[in-house]
């Protein structure tokens, strides 16, 4: 019994590593004007899910909020399906909405003195397939304002 248990212990061990995932990494890489509702903006973010594991990721739903300057701007949800192939990456489209409070709050950062291009933090969670699958990640990054079109008036 006595030599059992260490061999137990080790195997039990090298299960778990075998099991352990590897957080995925998730980056803006596009912002594109929606059809908006009312006194809110909408956007399509374009997220960069890359999938450092060696196995494939999937997911069913994904859920993001965008803090912009230290302040919450946007959340959004996707019902998208699919698979980041282990060391493999993907592109997903997250429709999001902009209250009206966030764009004021945006605007007034903006009319003292902010840059147009600002820091971001993304945070969110691409659902799993099966009862509390899934995985949350964090990003953060930098915006930049898209460039006017048009002359300046």
């Not at 399509?44 to 993001?64: K, M, Q």
Request: some cysteine; charged content about 20%.
């Amino acid at each position: 019994m006595g030599r059992l248990a260490p061999a137990a212990a080790a195997l039990l061990l090298s299960g778990c590593a075998a099991l352990a995932t590897h957080d995925p990494i998730v980056d803006v890489v596009g912002v594109e004007p929606a059809a908006g509702a009312g006194a809110e903006a909408r956007f399509v973010l374009t997220l960069r899910v890359l999938n450092p594991g060696d196995a494939p990721l999937e997911y069913d739903g994904v859920f993001v909020e965008l803090d912009v300057r230290g302040s919450r701007l946007a959340a959004g949800v996707s019902d998208a399906r699919g698979t980041v192939p282990r060391y493999g990456e993907a592109t997903l489209a997250v429709p999001v909405t902009v209250p009206v409070t966030a764009m004021i709050g945006q605007a007034l950062g903006l009319a003292r003195g902010g840059a147009p291009r600002f820091d971001y933090r993304l945070r969110g969670r691409l659902g799993g397939p099966g009862l509390g699958g899934g995985t949350t990640f964090r990003s953060q990054g930098e915006l930049a304002l898209p460039a006017r079109s048009g002359p300046p008036r």
